[in-house]
Structure formats: structure tokens, C-alpha cells
């Protein structure tokens, strides 16, 4: 009996080394970094214990600029893809041929190295002296006005920022939403078929609630990705992040860890532990909301 | 090989954990399984019936009690040494491997002195599948096979390391009606050919019935009653051993005992002398019913099913809880309303109302 | 669902087109660039939609210029091994938990399954104070150590192992099968589409890794491409070499490529049975 026990442990203990210190410990650690005031991390010293870092995160311009675009990019790209993903995965599950080449062709910005395409974006849309780039050159061809997306104005930068962003997450949602369009029990069509039922109505009343879980583990999911975001900006802006003024809050962190302007993990913890709050805030809120208006079945 | 289990009781920490008491799966079970016979552990699922089984093969340890294997005690042993061969209700064949190397598999595990060189393990597995006549199926895979043909590799590969005790879960339920009957034979025929010790469980009690040298009735973790099929069904000792063996049912009506006769309604229906008076349950088996034109047992026929050599009448009593089935021979006529019945007295038990232990036949 | 009409079905089709057009006009244009001659797509000023005149000189470049073999051959070592140790610590422990019954094993399971939902950026400062304090940085050791452990695999892994009936863990129990053996030649097996299909996602995640290993590294010498790709991008090949740039995207994007066309499949089950990306 005791070599039961002895032996359960003894398949764990590896999991538990390296996630004791690897996950367990940080986590402790984080929260005692938080509260550490003025920590200096070369003598590893510190003069006192208090609240001050976060104070000092949240007055700092550069956090607050972060996080007004992480705010931004989360309220745009995940109701932006999601929509965008059901449309196309309705219309994928309607099509009879050619559902599988369209399927793998969706899937692959989810393989593809995030900082290799982000560089393939970034001169796509960028304006030289020598070459308006490939999206002016179309924009001009259609009578626009031709605009520095990489260099130029807020709004352009936000904007290819968030293309950029939806490239990269539509995989996972479209693949999810087919499958999950793929599981609901065709019987449910042919009965509303029978009765007549309209399209549209049969899409409202049906489909959406049969497939409704997933489409909230979906933006879920994609609150908790999109306020994470970080590498995607660097894919497109470079590491001086705060230089372009397209910082977020995970680039926030690691700035303040690494870097030119790092060396204070004490504020890079608060930052951190200020991001897991909201989150987590926004997680509750949308599974309260959720119970409203999820069906499970 | 003898098994003897001594005063084995098995109890499990409640599932439910509000709860603190402890949850008996098996109660004080005393029982002798002579050498070399087949013997059926019979019960509602719930009963007991598989952690018996599972304590037998090792897989369980008693909480208090022994079991021997012959003069061994093997209550701690783990289940690899004391020499058993299981079968699952599902199989459990490893579904990667082939039917060579699902039978080949428990050999492999053999270390030291006992390691068997790759031509006789080829030779042991060959004879394994032989005996249940699979020898043409040994590259398929389980998926390949019907239910019937998995069974069969699935009991081979327990025999195939000759085990002093063979013990089958459920052997037969996951297979189709026909298939059934066919693996039943072959499963007698596999234990008097290799005369190896055989538990097997069942919740069907035609089956236990029909190849078992013994059967045991478990209910709630409580052996009811060990004997010969036949001697269980003619002589159950309770209601519930009566109930649950025969098909049809045992009817049971509630009866009465008034000076000397048994009662049910207002007719007397039996000669009982020397007993009580006050309501006992009365189980009369379909077959104890003879039509008779001044029969005193009066039921209002409700359906007639003919199935050629025998006919089964549905009917109501006053005194019965549900419909009563009758089983009758062909020639009586039963058209009208009414059907009166004399009863065979061998057919009929009856049980005390409150113990519903059995009082008649004394 | 309803028959649709024609001209419903010819929407449906042009919608999806333009969507698969948007997701692989990046690779096009990116394998396009690299064939571009320095010189000639310099001279556009409207960018052409093809070449006459492709060249493999990019390619060249790509691989002298800068030590993108290094690169590649670093990200190889880092993904092999942290992808092998990953193997080793999921199988054990979710076998653990699925079949062995020891005290404790419930509040366990809690406690991984409550780490789940613990983000990697709270773990990250101390993982970095820590590597650098005992001196790990730029060294494959600090490199892997904090990527072994995925919590999420033990989970889907143990799933897994529990659809394999308990009887085939008891039947191999009754034939004396120790429980490491009955893991390796039965369990493993049985639930290799599974193994397999964490591995290829632990595979893309380690050829993706960026974060990490730019915290960790700062010597070319142990760059993994997403590094180098940066690097590549601030101070490589001057500003300006667009083409020689988009070569070094294409070579660190086809071996992941590849991979997902032999095995998409798996990798779409695998990532809709509950893979997330990052």
C-alpha cells in the first residue's frame, strides 16, 4: 500500500520539479516583487514594502498609453473576428467541394512564425521614399489618399495593427466554429425544413444557439489573447515598442524587465499582476454574462 | 483447485461524502468452491457480485477474511501470483495488438526460472487458440473480429498461461441473442475440456442457469443461497432468490393463512395445516397453473399468446400485484373471460410476510 | 441545411476566395520579394505582381550575411530537446493521474488544472531574475528549463489514457505486467495519435518562440529564429535590403510549412480538441 502511494508520486515528481519552479514558485515571487519598493536588482536590496509600484505603473504615460491600446485592440479585433470567423465558417459548412482545400488554406497563418509574416505585413504596408508599398499603391489606384501605415498617423498604425492581428487569430476561430458547425445533429435542419422554416430563422434559432458555447469559449479565448497581445506588435513596429507609441501592456512588462529601459522587475510584476486583474475581471464578467445567454446542452 | 472463501467481507469509503459510513460491498461470505467446476455468481447488478470476482482474482483485497487457493492463503497476494485468468465483459483485448500478440502478451511478462523461450511461447499461444478455435484469426486485429471471435481470443489469452482459477465478468452480455446461446456451450465446453476452477458473473439467470455446476444468489453484498441451478429454482429459500430466477417470473400474490388453508382473496386454494394464521406472499411459477373447469383460483383473462408447444396465458387476480403469467399446455381450452386453475403444490412457496423467508414447502 | 440558389452558392464561393486570397497573398508576396533582385525591386516604385527575372542571390545572402544557420540549427536543438523532456514529464504524470491511485492524487489535479489558468507573463519576471542570477542566460540550459512543462498536455493526455478501459489495466495486472511496461506497450501505443498530436503543437510552439528566448539570449550564438528574425530586421542586411530579408522569412517559415502539410490533419484535430495559440 505504501509503495502505491510512494509510486503515484514518483511518476508526478518530475512534473512537480519543473513546475514548482517554473510556475509555482514565480507566482509567489511575482506577488513579493510587487510589494518590494524600490528594488535594485544588481545588490538585490530594497528599502521598503507598500503599494508604491503599482502606483507608479499606473501614472506612468507609457503604461497608460499601452494600455489605452490594448483596450483598443482587444474591443476591436475580437468582435471583428469572431463575426468574420462565423461568417466564413457558415459558408464553408454550406459548400459541398472544395471544403478541405479551403479549410487547410485558412488554417495556415496558424503555423507560420508570428514575427516572419509580421515582416511581410510591415512591407506590405509601409511608404519609403522610393515605393508606396503594395497596399498604397492600391489605395492610390482607387483615388485614395496614400498614407504611412508603419510611420505614420495613430489611427493607420492601429489599423494595420489590428489587420495584422485578425490575420493571425482567424484560424483558430474558424476551425473551432466548423467543427462545432459540423457537430450540431442535421436531423434539427430536416425538421425545420419540414416546418418551413426560413433560413435566416433557422440560423437565429438553430444554428446559433446549438453552437453558442463554443462562440463564447471563442471570445473568451480571444479577450485573454488579444489583451496578452505583444509579439505581433514587435512583428510590425520593431522592439521600441514604445518609440512607435504602439506599446501594450505584456510589452509594458517586458520592457520594464529587459531591455534599454529595464532592470525593474518590481514595476514589470506590478504591471503583470495589474493585466492578470483586469483579465481576470473580464473573464467573470463574460462567464455572468454568458449564463444568460449561452445555451448548454 | 479448490477456492475457499472464509468470512470475506469487502467494504469501500462512500462515494457520496456527506456521507461518513462506509458502503458493504460483500458480506461475510463463506462459501467453498469445490475443485474443477463452473459455478455462477448470480445477482442484480449492485449485488456484490463483481468485487467477489474481483477479490477472488487479486485485483481487491478484503477488508477482513481469508480466501485460499487449495490450502494456499492467498487473501494479500497481488493478483499476478496467485495463478488466475480473467476475461472482461468488454474483452479489454489490447486493441494495437494482433491476436497472436494479445494471447502471446501475458507469457511475455513471465521472468527468472519461468521465462519461456519464443518457439514455446509460440507453441502455448498456438494450443491457447486451438482450444477456442481461433487458430485462422491470429493476424487480425480486435477491431477485425466480431463480439463472439473477440470473446474468444479474449479467453484464450487468459488460458494461455494454464491458470489454476479461470474467472469470465459478464462473459456473455456484450454478444447478440443467437451468439449467446452458441458461446455458452463453448464456454462449458472449454472448462470441461480443460477442467480448470471457473467463476463466472452474471446478472442473467437463464445463463447462470444454464451452465452452471453451482450457482450463487448474492443480494445487497448477502449470499441468499448456494446450490445446484435446479435445486435454487424448486427450493428457493426466500422471495427475492424465488423472483429473480425463472423465466416468466414467479407470480406472487399476497395470501393468507386461515385455519389451515391458504387463501387467496376469499378462496382457498391449498390445504396448510399446522400453520399460522396472518398474510404471508404466495409465489406460484407459471408452470404451476393447470386449467380445470372447477379449479378454485378465478382470473379474468386478459391475453392469450400461443408459442405452438405451450400456450402463455396473461390474467388478473384480485390478489396478485401485477399480471400473472400462466404457462399451460396447448390442448386446454382458455377462450372466455374467465380461466379457473388448480395449482400444482411443488409450484408453490410461500414466504413469510415479513422476513420473506420461505415457510412452504417447510 | 437548405439547397441554396446559384447565385447564393456563387457568393458563397467569391467570399471564401477573397478570404484565401488575404490569407496567402503574405506568402506569395514574400516568396515573390525574395526572387526579386536587390536592385530591381528597389526600382519599383509601384511594386510589380511578378518577376521575370527571379534570382536565388537573396538566398545567398540570406545565409552569409547573417548566421542564419546558426539560427536554424539553434532552434532545432531547442525544439528537439524541450519538446523530448516535455514527453517525458506529460507521459509519466498524466498516467499518473489517470491510472495509479496514491493519497493526495485529487487536490493534485486540482492544483495543476488552477495553474492553467495562469498567465506565462506572471511567471516570466521571476523565471528571468532567476536564470540570470545563476548565471544561465545565453545558455541552452536557460533556454529549455522553463519551456519543459505544459499543463495543459498532462491534461489532454490524461483524457486520453482514461478512455482506455480500466480492464485492460487490470487484465494486464492479472498477467504481472509491472506498470511501467504496461504504459510503454500499451497505453503508449493505444494513445499515440494523441502523443503524436502534442508533440507537433509543442513542436510549432518552440519553432514560434519569441519572448522567451529574447529574454534569455542576447549573443547571435544562441539566437533562435524568431530572434534572428528580429535581429534581421533591426541591424541585418542594412535597412533596406528588402529581398535578402523576405529570403530569411521564407527559409524560417517552410519547415514549419511542411510540416503542416504532411500532418494537417493532426494538427487541426489536435488544435479543436483544445489547443489555443501561444
Known amino acids: ?297 | ?362 | 441545411m437548405q439547397k441554396k440558389s446559384i447565385a447564393g452558392r456563387i457568393v458563397t464561393y467569391c467570399l471564401l476566395t477573397v478570404w484565401a486570397v488575404i490569407v496567402l497573398f503574405p506568402f506569395y508576396w514574400m516568396i515573390l520579394t525574395s526572387v526579386k533582385s536587390y536592385s530591381a525591386y528597389n526600382g519599383e516604385y509601384v511594386p510589380a505582381f511578378y518577376t521575370l527575372e527571379p534570382t536565388m542571390q537573396n538566398y545567398v545572402d540570406a545565409f552569409s550575411a547573417v548566421p542564419l544557420g546558426r539560427y536554424f540549427l539553434n532552434t532545432m536543438i531547442y525544439t528537439a530537446v524541450t519538446t523530448l523532456l516535455m514527453l517525458v514529464v506529460v507521459v509519466l504524470s498524466a498516467y499518473a493521474f489517470a491510472r495509479l491511485n496514491f493519497f493526495g492524487r485529487g487536490a493534485m489535479f486540482t492544483l495543476f488544472l488552477s495553474l492553467m489558468m495562469i498567465p506565462n507573463e506572471l511567471v516570466v519576471i521571476t523565471n528571468f531574475v532567476t536564470m540570470t542570477n545563476m548565471h544561465l542566460r545565453n545558455t541552452f540550459t536557460g533556454l529549455i528549463l522553463p519551456s519543459v512543462a505544459s499543463v495543459f498536455y498532462i491534461y489532454l493526455l490524461k483524457e486520453n489514457f482514461e478512455q482506455v478501459p480500466e480492464e485492460l489495466y487490470k487484465a494486464a495486472k492479472v498477467d504481472g505486467t509491472s506498470d511501467l511496461k504496461y504504459l510503454f506497450k500499451v497505453m503508449m501505443p493505444i494513445c499515440q495519435p494523441t502523443i503524436v498530436t502534442i508533440a507537433i503543437l509543442k513542436i510549432i510552439e518552440c519553432w514560434n518562440a519569441y519572448v522567451w528566448p529574447r529574454l534569455i539570449t542576447d549573443q547571435q550564438a544562441y539566437f533562435l529564429v524568431s530572434n534572428g528574425i528580429q535581429e534581421i530586421r533591426e541591424n541585418g542586411f542594412g535597412r533596406e535590403n528588402i529581398p535578402a530579408m523576405m529570403a530569411a522569412v521564407v527559409v524560417i517559415s517552410v519547415p514549419l510549412i511542411i510540416l503542416f502539410l504532411v500532418f494537417h490533419k493532426k494538427i487541426m484535430e489536435g488544435v479543436s480538441r483544445g489547443g489555443t495559440k501561444g
Not at chain 1, 114 to 140: C, E, Q, R, W
Not at chain 1, 142 to 163: H, I, N, Q, R, S
Not at chain 2, 17 to 37: H, Q
Not at chain 2, 122 to 130: G, I, V, W, Y
Request: charged share 20%; net charge neutral.
Open chain 2, 1 to 362: 483447485m479448490r477456492i475457499y472463501l472464509e468470512h470475506v467481507t469487502k467494504s469501500f469509503p462512500s462515494q457520496n461524502r456527506k456521507e461518513k459510513r462506509n458502503v458493504i460491498a460483500v458480506n461475510d461470505f463463506t462459501y467453498e468452491i469445490p475443485d474443477g467446476t463452473l459455478t455462477g455468481l448470480l445477482g442484480p447488478s449492485g449485488c456484490g457480485k463483481s468485487t467477489t470476482l474481483n477479490l477472488i482474482c487479486g485485483l481487491e483485497t478484503p477488508t477482513s477474511g481469508k480466501i485460499y487457493f487449495g490450502d494456499d492463503d492467498v487473501t494479500l497476494l497481488p493478483p499476478e501470483s496467485r495463478g488466475v485468468g480473467i476475461v472482461f465483459q468488454n474483452y479489454a483485448l489490447y486493441p494495437h495488438l494482433t491476436v497472436l500478440e494479445n494471447i502471446l502478451f501475458p507469457l511475455q511478462n513471465l521472468k527468472g526460472p519461468e521465462k519461456l523461450s519464443k518457439a514455446v511461447m509460440l507453441d502455448k499461444a498456438r494450443e491457447a487458440a486451438d482450444l477456442v478455435q481461433i487458430s485462422r484469426l491470429l493476424e487480425r486485429r480486435p477491431k477485425e473480429m466480431s463480439g463472439g471471435q473477440q470473446q474468444r481470443v479474449a479467453i484464450a489469452r487468459a488460458l494461455v498461461k494454464r491458470p489454476r482459477v479461470l474467472l469470465l465478468d459478464e462473459p456473455l452480455s456484450n454478444l447478440d441473442a443467437r451468439l449467446r446461446l452458441q458461446t455458452r456451450e463453448e464456454i462449458r465446453r472449454i472448462q470441461r475440456e480443460t477442467g480448470i476452477t471457473t467463476v463466472f458473473v452474471t446478472h442473467d439467470q437463464e445463463e447462470a442457469m444454464s451452465i452452471s455446476d453451482q450457482i450463487v444468489v448474492m443480494k445487497e453484498g448477502i449470499v441468499q443461497q448456494i446450490g445446484k441451478p435446479q435445486t435454487v429454482y424448486d427450493d428457493p429459500v426466500n422471495l427475492f432468490v424465488a423472483k429473480f430466477l425463472g423465466t416468466p417470473p414467479v407470480n406472487v400474490f399476497s395470501g393468507e393463512i386461515r385455519s389451515g388453508q391458504l387463501y387467496l382473496g376469499q378462496a382457498p386454494v391449498l390445504p396448510f395445516p399446522g400453520g399460522r394464521d396472518g398474510p404471508v406472499w404466495v409465489g406460484i411459477r407459471p408452470e404451476g397453473f393447470v386449467p380445470s373447469p372447477d379449479g378454485p383460483l378465478v382470473c379474468s383473462t386478459r391475453a392469450v399468446e400461443v408459442m405452438g408447444r405451450d400456450t402463455s396465458v396473461v390474467c388478473t387476480h384480485p390478489a396478485a400485484e401485477a399480471q400473472i403469467r400462466a404457462i399451460i399446455s396447448s390442448e386446454h381450452d382458455v377462450s372466455g373471460d374467465t380461466v379457473r386453475f388448480q395449482l400444482k403444490p411443488a409450484k408453490v412457496h410461500v414466504f413469510d410476510r415479513q422476513s420473506e423467508n420461505r415457510i412452504y414447502p417447510a
Open chain 1, 1 to 297: 500500500m505504501r509503495l502505491r502511494h510512494l509510486k503515484g508520486w514518483l511518476y508526478l515528481l518530475p512534473a512537480l520539479l519543473f513546475l514548482g519552479c517554473f510556475m509555482i514558485y514565480p507566482l509567489v515571487d511575482v506577488l513579493i516583487y510587487s510589494l518590494e519598493e524600490g528594488y535594485n536588482s544588481a545588490s538585490q536590496t530594497y528599502f521598503g514594502v507598500g503599494l508604491y509600484n503599482f502606483s507608479y505603473v499606473l501614472h506612468d504615460p507609457y503604461f497608460l498609453q499601452a494600455v489605452k491600446n490594448t483596450l483598443l485592440l482587444v474591443v476591436i479585433t475580437v468582435p471583428l473576428s469572431t463575426g468574420l470567423a462565423l461568417l466564413i465558417s457558415v459558408q464553408l459548412s454550406s459548400i459541398p467541394k472544395l471544403r478541405d482545400l479551403y479549410q487547410t488554406v485558412f488554417f495556415l497563418p496558424y503555423v507560420t512564425n508570428t514575427l516572419a509574416v509580421g515582416l511581410v505585413f510591415m512591407i506590405l504596408f509601409k511608404k519609403t521614399p522610393y515605393s508606396d508599398g503594395m497596399i498604397n499603391a492600391l489605395i492610390h489606384l482607387f483615388g485614395g489618399e496614400t498614407v504611412d501605415f508603419m510611420d505614420g498617423p495613430y489611427w493607420a498604425k492601429m489599423l494595420v495593427t489590428c489587420l495584422y492581428t485578425v490575420w493571425i487569430v482567424m484560424p483558430f476561430k474558424i476551425l473551432i466554429l466548423t467543427s462545432a458547425l459540423a457537430s450540431v445533429n442535421p436531423d434539427y435542419y430536416k425538421v425545420a425544413r419540414v416546418d418551413a422554416t426560413p433560413r435566416w430563422r433557422i440560423f437565429t434559432k438553430i444554428t446559433l444557439p446549438m453552437i453558442s458555447p463554443m462562440i463564447f469559449y471563442l471570445i473568451i479565448t480571444g479577450f485573454i489573447g488579444a489583451f496578452k497581445a505583444y509579439s505581433d506588435e514587435v512583428a510590425l513596429f520593431g522592439v521600441n515598442l514604445n518609440a512607435a507609441g504602439m506599446n501594450t501592456i505584456v510589452g509594458y512588462v517586458y520592457d520594464m524587465l529587459y531591455g534599454d529601459s529595464g532592470g525593474y522587475p518590481s514595476y514589470a510584476s506590478a504591471a503583470a499582476l495589474i493585466l492578470f486583474a483586469i483579465v481576470l475581471t473580464i473573464t467573470v464578467i463574460n462567464l455572468l454574462v454568458s449564463r444568460k445567454h449561452v445555451y448548454y446542452a
